[in-house]
């Protein structure tokens, strides 16, 4: 250490003894200097105190330890270890992180928190099996995986001993180790043995666990519980030993304690028939039960348990009749304790009445008589030499007699309970190793103590010794492993204290031998203690009493009370009573007293299942092996266990007397720590070099120290070195190791404040330098703002004096222009009534000359009103007649229009037209604004250049005026020059007059204007935000009708996934079971398999189906091309005979028709419409041009492409038809048929070319009147320019529609082939709403088609009615002999039209007639050749050579994609292709080859229609692809491959099924080949269910691989360099639970696992998977990712941290990245990381106000309220500069959440799987043109 550091100095904190809290923190306010008295200090509240040093009484006070090193995880991590440094490190643990496990080197520290808390669920299980247990949190399944993990490391059995006080939590600590094993170690065979050891829980919990003062389930009884394990380390057996039943408390109970739970539950059980014979009642009316005076327990259902006891006998092999026997046991003490002893008189004697109900339940339920009974419960045998007598006892004699009975009767059922316990528990598999679990005592202290408080104590003196030594070994094997010089630590030994109670004429000795003397008491025995022992250090004896003594243990003094010592260490019961037992009628009452046969049996049993007490024998032999002598034995059989294993330790701590959640009591921490071994742990430690830092993480650590070319330097260890004998002086503060640092206490502190103080004087620098920065920034900040006011100040002063000049200029103006208006003013006043005089006279002369018109004017108005007035009252009457016939039909008309406005003005679009129209308003008004403010200013420049003029004539004429006056001087003409200049003058006032009077209405005007376009934008204002409501409503409305369709959306999908969940998770389980049986049954062969298949109900015929000749399907016909192909394809026979090609001809023929027709019905349409509109039609000149023109257009590209292509295949068709007659020499027969063919198809081809024609001409009509339509819709848009053209894309809509309902319902089809019942009765629905939809749109369009028939009937008879009326004015016109002519005249056209109609009907049917006929010969003769080439047929089968040399010879002309193979072939087939194929033999062809082949093999048999052999192969596949998966259960690679191709298998019976649900995306060719005989959909449903298991098992072969990767690639490795930190490791960082020797785990990086990942990736796409299958195995392997990360996140408070976080968020962006690469993000994988990286974000956002805490709860939605909490508790700083989580901002975070309804699991399901989807995919590959490889060895198949 360097020379000018000294710990007491200013500001270091200390800890002082406290009286309430035992240790109090204190800082020094003054440095200490060495010999000084006194110590100043500071007190948390900021109390100065004094506090006395001394030499010896005082010694100065403990350190404390910097706070980044408080809250770790091991004590032993500490830098100063002593007692004040571990109370509040486990108090921190405890109340702020609300941890209760901590490490203490060796030791796990367990705080009982007297809350349920979710920590022990599988999940967690799963996390914590495989780890190093200093890798994750402490936690009892840590211990227990550490013991798990040696046993199998070091081939060494193990022990876990768990101790404490009552209360501490021990049982329940015992109970979930146990659990660990059970799930870790499962029965490898279907014994269940795990469960039979969880099982004995309740039943030794209910015979052996009682409610006490300190706790309610509180064990009182120790037990030693072994698990056997088998080689494989399989759980194989259990075994059981008892240590020191508490019998006192069957017949006594403290205040507010409880019996055995067993009797509560036997009283709440007494109602049910079962238990109506024991006699029982509630627990108060039994004197056993009820002297606690309390018999319930808060939250404890006694009935309940009593179920899950009987659940456990049942599990455990006891049947009901033992299980009854047990019960009538137990009810028998009670009823026992009931019974009254009566005193007698003269109180030597006692006895019990005949009619005591309850002797008479005991007697009955233990089958003994009652005579006897009754006398020996108040009687005893006193046997002498001689003889025997029997003595009366009193009434208290009785009562401790009868006492001792059932004391006696309790602890035989009790050891025959634990004996059939293991008998359940023991198989007949040889033991290879064992876990024992020790549940005892710990070390107790109470106000009296007895003879079990001495057994307790003298067990945990016991155990104290040996952890002592065990503690002591390691430490010494730690030091001697790394080559430390070893120095003898001393340490407590218990030694002395342990020979006072066990040695020769110790305490035990004595009690024996006082126990032999015929009338010892408890007095003289405790006069030998104190005259034997009197002088040893270890006994005391009490100053004021003579009854008891003191023994000084390894915990405490403690005073024993010598009353009922020899009582309770003799357990009397007298013989006559259990010889009564002994002849019970029950065999099992009579067991329970009977002595073994062979007593040495048992003492020749092995260690592992002696039984701790030993066998029960007669009373005489009892005597002779006291209590105290059984228990000393058992012990000693018990420690020779213990130090035959490896001991792993669990100390249980009370942390307080009140069983309140969360609540810490230093004082009764700090006195369990010191009784149950922790502080002497720490105090070895710290004797020793506590402190232990590997070399990297030293150099990581402490770098900072060093200097920069140490840093740089390879030899870390070096560098260590040297910089440790730089900065410690003293050598003994430290040690080198070989792999490690040694310090001792507190130097790792020193080294902490030295990396402290180097960060500091970093951190005040930089802010040094941050600091000037901004005071620069500042500065240049302040002068630039002093610029900008100086300059903005000169500018006002400029800007003032500016202004100043301009008023004064403006004064002077305004001076000017008022005295120019006050003379003009004059002025215009005396001409203005100049003018009004003459206006005055010239209106009278004129008003005169206007009264004498005016009277012949109105003479002219009367007679021309009157004239009027007759011809409007004539008009009138007739228009009133009109306007009621026309307002009825415009009122009607009206509405509709109103309506339709109505609607159009709640519309957005309405509000659109109105902005648009007042933007346009606005738009003129500023233009006409603009245009007078252009001609105002063309004024004025026009009467600026007036003036000018004026002006300058003005100036002429003055200078003419002069030179007249000069020349002439004649004043008439200077009047006249004057008058002339006075008119100029005038002229030009009124010239400014003018201007200024248009200078005014102009501005009037535009203040007008302005006016308006204000109120217009109000206006606009106003309807814009109408709008927006408006709009805003919609979309609310909008949102919530997606809002609720998605809920509904999205509770479908989720019903529908958990049903597929439900269904894949119960074929898993029949997966698993049938592998179990497979396994069961290696020696037979493949298991049959006949899920049977169905006929399709075909409709062809029977000849069609049996027949060598293809047969085509109606449904399947194209055009006439297809037709012409087939024939050339088939050739001239099979054309002949085949009756589908006229089919096709016909169809294409009626197809025609019905195109001719739409388009005709459609231009009848478009011309109604047409004329409806009124427009005017084109000229006929250029309508017959456009019509001529579009003719030639569709005429050249439809006969050009058609018909020349058909003419000439049809030449060819004929020329090779009749080359081949012609060389064949073919039949008659065969030639009518092929003169009728091609009959036929010139038939054909001629209707054919007629149909097309018409076809073109409506095509051509069409397109004429589309643009005639189109040219009209333009005027009137021209006519119209307000009105915005509307886009109609109603076909487009219609069709993206179908499209989009098309392919869901190809998206949807698999579902009802992938799931059960459910999914079909959803499909149903869906098909059920689907069906009524379509009902309705059928309907709608049924009803719109049929209105606007009507209308255009309605037009139609309009017309008709038109033409009528003007025939009956033409007829009306006319003389009657015309009329009768004429009428005559046009019925015979009427008749003739008629007639010409029925003669084109008559030709049709004849046509059609003589069609038929034609068809029926044909048909007949194709009968008659397919009889003779059935005989062919068979026998050409007779030769099968001959038959296959045909098929060889047709191979590569007529492959059909079939493959033919022979029955016997089939075992080769399925071996070369299932059994024997290697993925990589096939990966250079297409994928999924196996498939494809099995497939067309299948096609071949159903082609056949050989049921047998489609049943056998498919059979036989799927039982070979069975056996390869299991043969190859790890092989990720044969996995996939097995996958894709049954997948694929799968698909193909779907495509080519024959289902039109499948069929929507084949070509013409796929449909072909379909399959024709079979429907295989019960085997499709199996290939699913294989399917499923296959994606199953690769889930789990790749969730194995990358598992191991998941937390070093995503936690523990550095991604971004030099960013993790280091802190002090603890004991178990440097335990045996690293296997070092091995070089340690492995430790991966991140882009292992992406590489993994990547090959995993590129295996399935190589297979040819389909990548929705591959996007779901992606999101499940990130799923894995997550879980795995996350709960390993949650359980490491080592890396939970700020450094963490960033590392964390960078890996889970590569990751990201990855899926982005792999065109993967669309799979729902990258969601799965959403709670990790939310975490991530947590460990890195600020965590102090309560913006913060409102931030987090927005930002973590994917984390669970718990997960939140964890994170925050677990948050760890790793430098001083970093500030933990305050409980406050902790305790905020969790009062925000409570609205939360999150799961109470704390952990991720690792386990937990998605269901998996299996859409359908078919397949673009054509079999025919499949290529099948020769090195797959398929010779055998046949190309069909």
Avoid at 408 to 435: C, G, P
Avoid at 795 to 817: D, I, M, N, P, S
């Amino acid at each position: 250490m360097t020379s000018d550091y000294y710990p007491y100095s200013q500001f270091t904190r200390v800890w002082i003894p406290d009286p309430d809290d035992v240790w109090a923190a204190a800082e020094i306010t003054r440095d200490y200097k060495e010999g000084e008295s006194l110590l100043h200090l500071k007190l948390e509240d900021e109390t100065p105190l004094d506090y006395p040093v001394g030499q010896k009484s005082n010694p100065l006070p403990f350190l404390r330890n910097p706070d980044i090193l408080v809250g770790e995880n091991d004590l032993t991590a500490l830098s100063y270890l002593h007692e004040p440094a571990v109370l509040h490190n486990l108090r921190v643990r405890f109340l702020e992180s609300n941890h209760i496990y901590t490490y203490c080197g060796i030791v796990l520290v367990a705080i009982n928190p007297y809350e349920q808390l979710q920590i022990y669920g599988e999940e967690v299980i799963n996390a914590y099996s495989g780890q190093n247990m200093g890798d994750m949190d402490p936690h009892i399944f840590a211990v227990a995986e550490e013991a798990y993990k040696q046993m199998g490391r070091d081939e060494r059995n193990q022990s876990i001993i768990v101790s404490g006080e009552s209360g501490a939590g021990k049982t329940v600590s015992a109970k979930y180790a146990m659990r660990f094993f059970a799930t870790v170690g499962g029965s490898a065979n279907d014994t269940n043995v795990e469960e039979k050891v969880l099982a004995s829980s309740p039943i030794m919990e209910a015979i052996g666990n009682a409610k006490t003062t300190r706790n309610d389930n509180s064990s009182r009884f120790g037990k030693y519980i072994q698990i056997g394990f088998s080689r494989n380390f399989h759980i194989i057996g259990a075994n059981m030993r008892t240590y020191l039943l508490e019998k006192s408390r069957v017949v006594f109970q403290a205040e507010d304690e409880r019996n055995y739970h067993i009797f509560y539950q036997l009283c709440a059980s007494a109602t049910l028939p079962e238990f109506k014979d024991l006699g029982l009642t509630s627990a108060e009316a039994f004197t056993y039960t009820s002297l606690g005076e309390n018999i319930f327990i808060e939250g404890v259902n006694d009935a309940e348990d009593l179920k899950k006891t009987r659940e456990a006998f049942t599990l455990l092999g006891v049947k009901e009749n033992s299980q009854s026997n047990i019960f009538k046991i137990m009810a028998s003490i009670l009823h026992l304790g009931n019974v009254e002893i009566c005193s007698e008189r003269d109180g030597e004697s006692c006895h019990i009445s005949k009619d005591d109900p309850h002797l008479q339940h005991f007697c009955r339920l233990l089958g003994v008589e009652l005579q006897q009974m009754e006398q020996w419960l108040c009687r005893r045998k006193l046997a002498t030499s001689s003889e025997t007598y029997v003595k009366t006892m009193s009434s208290k004699q009785a009562t401790n007699a009868r006492d001792a009975l059932a004391k006696h009767i309790y602890a035989r059922m009790f050891d025959w309970i634990v004996e059939h316990i293991n008998m359940s528990l023991q198989t007949s598999a040889k033991q290879h190793s064992f876990i024992g679990v020790l549940d005892i005592y710990g070390f107790e202290t109470f106000e009296i103590n007895s003879f079990e408080q001495f057994c307790i104590n003298y067990a945990n003196e016991k155990l104290q010794q040996q952890f002592n030594s065990h503690v002591f070994k390691l430490e010494q094997e730690e030091y001697m492993k790394e080559q430390i010089p070893w120095t003898l630590i001393d340490f407590y030994d218990n030694q002395p204290c342990i020979d006072l109670i066990e040695a020769r004429l110790g305490v035990l000795d004595l009690l024996d031998e006082e126990c032999k003397v015929p009338k010892g008491t408890d007095l003289n025995w405790a006069q030998k203690l104190y005259t034997q022992h009197g002088s040893r250090d270890q006994f005391q004896k009490p100053r004021m009493s003579n009854s008891s003594f003191i023994i000084i243990h390894f915990a405490d003094k403690v005073e024993y009370q010598c009353e009922g010592f020899l009582e309770k260490n003799r357990d009397t019961v007298y013989e006559e009573q259990i010889n009564i037992l002994k002849a019970s009628q029950f065999q099992l009452v009579a067991d329970l007293f009977h002595e073994k046969g062979d007593a040495p049996s048992s003492k020749s049993s092995r260690v592992n299942v002696r039984p701790a007490k030993p066998t029960p024998r007669g009373p005489n032999k009892e005597h002779r092996k006291t209590v105290g002598h059984q228990f000393r034995s058992s012990l000693h059989l018990l420690m020779e266990t213990l130090n035959a294993t490896t001991p792993h330790y669990v100390r249980c701590i009370k942390p307080n007397d009140v069983k309140e959640a969360f609540s810490f009591d230093s004082r009764r921490a700090v006195q369990q720590l010191r009784a149950c071994g922790v502080l002497e742990t720490i105090r070895i430690s710290a004797a020793g070099y506590p402190s232990r830092w590997t070399y990297p993480d030293f150099f990581s650590r402490y770098r900072v120290l060093m200097r920069k070319s140490d840093v740089t330097s390879s030899d870390k260890k070096q560098v260590c070195k040297n910089l440790l004998e730089i900065l410690i002086k003293d050598p003994d503060m430290f040690q080198f190791g070989k792999t490690k640092i040694f310090f001792r206490a507190g130097q790792v502190a020193y080294l902490e404040k030295l990396r402290a103080d180097k960060f500091r004087a970093a951190c005040i620098k930089i802010q040094k330098t941050v600091r000037g920065w901004l005071q620069r920034v500042r500065y240049q900040k302040i002068q630039r703002l002093a610029v900008t006011l100086q300059r903005y100040g000169r500018g006002y002063l400029a800007r003032r004096h500016a202004e100043f000049l301009r008023r004064t200029r403006a004064a002077l103006v305004c001076q000017k222009q008022f005295r120019m208006v006050r003379d003009r003013r004059a002025f215009l006043r005396v001409r203005q009534a100049v003018v009004t005089i003459q206006a005055h006279a010239r209106g009278m002369f004129t008003r005169r000359i206007y009264w004498e018109f005016l009277l012949h004017h109105k003479a002219m108005i009367i007679q021309r009103c009157v004239r009027g007035w007759l011809q409007r009252k004539k008009f009138r009457r007739a228009r009133n007649a009109a306007i009621i016939i026309q307002c009825g039909f415009r009122r009607t008309h009206a509405k509709k229009e109103l309506k339709q406005l109505k609607i159009e003005a709640r519309s957005a679009q309405h509000l659109k037209n109105l902005n648009s129209g007042m933007e346009n308003k606005i738009v003129q008004l500023q233009r006409k604004i603009d245009d007078q403010s252009k001609e105002l200013r063309t004024q004025n420049e026009q009467l600026k250049v007036v003036n000018v003029g004026l002006g300058s004539e003005v100036n002429k004429l003055q200078k003419q005026l002069e030179q007249v006056r000069g020349q002439r001087g004649d004043s008439g003409q200077l009047t006249s020059l004057q008058e002339e200049l006075e008119r100029l003058r005038a002229e030009l006032q009124e010239a400014h007059a003018h201007r200024k009077r248009l200078e005014e209405e102009h501005g009037s005007e535009k203040l007008d204007l302005q006016q308006r376009v204000k109120e217009l934008e109000t206006e606009n204002s106003l309807l814009k935000s109408e709008k927006e409501e408006l709009n805003q409503r919609i979309r609310q409305k909008e949102k919530i009708s997606a809002e609720d369709g998605s809920s509904r959306e999205v509770s479908l999908q989720k019903e529908l996934d958990l049903e597929r969940q439900r269904y894949q998770n119960q074929l898993k389980e029949f997966s698993r079971l049938e592998q179990r049986c497979e396994n069961l049954k290696e020696e037979l062969s493949l298991s049959k398999f006949h899920p049977g298949h169905r006929r399709n109900p075909s409709n062809q015929s029977s000849l069609e189906s049996d027949s060598n000749y293809p047969s085509v399907s109606t449904s399947e016909v194209g055009d006439t091309e297809d037709a012409v192909q087939l024939v050339e394809e088939l050739g001239v026979e099979k054309a002949a005979m085949d009756i589908s090609l006229f089919m096709k001809l016909q169809k294409r023929v009626r197809e025609l028709e019905q195109e001719r027709k739409r388009l005709q019905s459609s231009v009848d349409k478009m011309e109604e419409v047409t004329k409806r509109r009124g427009s005017e039609a084109k000229s006929p000149t250029s309508e017959r041009e456009t019509a001529d023109l579009a003719y030639d257009n569709l005429k050249r590209q439809e006969l050009e492409s058609e018909n020349k292509k058909l003419k000439n295949d049809l030449n060819v068709l004929r020329k090779s038809i009749s080359e081949r007659a012609a060389q064949n020499n073919s039949s008659n027969e065969l030639q009518d048929g092929y003169n009728v063919l091609l009959s036929q198809l010139r038939a054909a081809n001629e209707e054919l070319d007629a149909r097309k024609e018409e076809v073109i001409i409506l095509k051509t009509q069409i397109v004429s009147n589309a643009q005639r339509q189109e040219m009209n819709q333009q005027q009137q848009s021209n006519n119209v320019p307000g009105v915005p053209e509307i886009p109609e894309d109603k076909d487009e809509a219609v069709r993206a529609y179908q499209g989009l309902t098309e392919a869901k319902r190809q998206q949807d089809s698999w579902y009802v082939n992938e799931d059960g019942e459910l999914s079909l009765a959803y499909q149903g629905l869906k098909q059920v709403a689907r069906l009524l939809e379509a009902q309705l749109q059928s309907q709608t369009r049924q009803h719109s088609d049929e209105l606007e028939a009507l209308h255009t009937q309605i037009e139609l008879l309009k017309l008709d009615i038109e033409k009528k009326q003007e025939i009956l004015n033409y007829t009306s016109s006319l003389s009657p002999e015309a009329q009768v002519e004429f009428s005559v005249q046009q019925e015979i056209t009427r008749l003739t039209n008629d007639n010409l109609d029925l003669k084109e009907l008559v030709e049709k049917l004849e046509k059609n007639e003589r069609k038929l006929k034609k068809q029926l010969r044909i048909y007949m003769k194709k009968v008659q050749e397919l009889e003779a080439s059935q005989a062919a047929a068979l026998s050409r089968r007779s030769r099968p050579e001959l038959s296959r040399q045909v098929t060889v010879q047709r191979k590569e002309k007529d492959f059909e994609g079939m493959l033919e193979f022979y029955k016997e072939d089939e075992a080769l087939l399925v071996k070369t292709l299932i059994t024997d194929m290697k993925p990589g033999s096939v990966s250079a062809t297409v994928p999924c080859l196996p498939a494809y082949i099995l497939f067309m093999c299948i096609r071949h048999a159903d082609y056949v229609n050989d049921d047998q052999k489609v049943e056998s192969l498919l059979t036989s596949a799927i039982n070979a692809i069975k056996k390869v998966l299991k043969k190859n259960s790890e092989d990720f690679e044969t996995t996939s491959f097995w996958l894709a191709n049954t997948s694929r298998l799968l698909h193909c019976l779907k495509q080519y099924s024959g289902d039109e649900a499948f069929m929507t995306q084949n070509t013409s060719k796929q449909n072909e080949h379909c399959l024709k005989n079979f429907d295989l959909a019960e085997y499709r449903q199996v290939l699913s269910d294989l399917s499923i298991q296959i994606y199953q098992q690769l889930i789990k072969v790749s969730e194995g691989t990358i598992q191991p990767m998941i937390v070093s690639a995503m936690l523990e490795s550095e991604s971004i360099p030099s960013l993790a930190g280091v802190k002090p490791m603890g004991y178990r960082n440097r335990s045996s639970s690293m296997d070092t020797e091995g070089g340690g785990p492995s430790s991966y990086t991140l882009e292992a696992l992406i590489r993994q990942l990547g090959q995993f990736h590129s295996i399935m796409r190589d297979h040819g998977l389909d990548p929705e299958i591959v996007g779901q195995v992606v999101r499940q392997l990130f799923h894995c990712i997550n879980a795995v990360t996350l709960n390993n996140l949650l359980l490491r408070k080592d890396v939970c941290s700020w450094s963490t976080g960033m590392q964390l968020r960078y890996n889970t962006s590569q990751m990201e990245e990855w899926l982005r690469a792999n065109n993967l993000y669309q799979s729902k994988a990258a969601a799965t990381l959403e709670s990790i990286i939310q975490a991530a974000q947590l460990l890195q956002v600020k965590k102090k106000t309560s913006q913060d805490a409102e931030a987090i709860c927005s930002l973590c939605s994917a984390l669970t309220t718990q997960q939140i909490v964890k994170v925050l508790n677990l948050y760890t700083p790793l430098n001083e500069f970093e500030e933990r989580v305050t409980v406050s901002f902790i305790r905020t975070i969790q009062n925000r959440l409570q609205e939360r309804n999150d799961p109470l699991q704390l952990l991720v399901d690792t386990k937990h799987t998605f269901p998996v989807l299996f859409p359908y995919t078919p397949s673009a590959l054509s079999l025919e043109t499949l290529h099948i490889p020769a090195s797959l060895g398929l010779d055998f198949l046949i190309r069909v």
